[in-house]
């Protein structure tokens, strides 16, 4: 059975750093997708970001590049979310999400909240 499972989300205050954790079992991603997600009250679940294949090509949100980074431990077949300079507009909850060539696997999310 496969999991998916987030942590580090927190109340952070605005321009702080957060680095969020996805654990997978059951599997290994190595050669797949993994990938992370957002979803803010009252608003759909956007894509953030996603790092895919053995040589861990990342892509993002155009608007999210430059404060986000995906980075990967096959080892211990996790992947990270660095954000940094954290801005009031990105609290919600952050999901990870998996898969060979879909994203089948999803987490249960972590909160992340920016406030002063």
């Known amino acids: 059975q496969v999991q998916l499972v987030e942590s580090g989300g927190g109340l952070v205050q605005p321009g702080d750093s957060l680095k969020l954790s996805c654990a997978a079992s059951?599997?290994?991603?190595?050669?797949?997708?993994m990938a992370w997600f957002r979803q803010a009250p009252g608003e759909e679940r956007m894509f953030v970001g996603q790092?895919?294949?053995?040589?861990?090509?990342?892509n993002y949100k155009d608007s999210l590049k430059g404060r986000f980074t995906i980075s990967r431990d096959n080892a211990k077949n996790t992947v990270y979310l660095q954000m940094n300079d954290l801005k009031p507009e990105d609290t919600a909850v952050y999901y990870c999400?998996?898969?060979?060539?879909?994203?089948?696997?999803w987490g249960q999310g972590t909160q992340v909240t920016v406030s002063s």
């Open positions: 999400a998996a898969g060979t060539r879909i994203l089948n696997y």
């Open positions: 059951g599997r290994s991603f190595d050669n797949g997708i």
């Open positions: 790092i895919r294949g053995p040589f861990g090509v990342t």
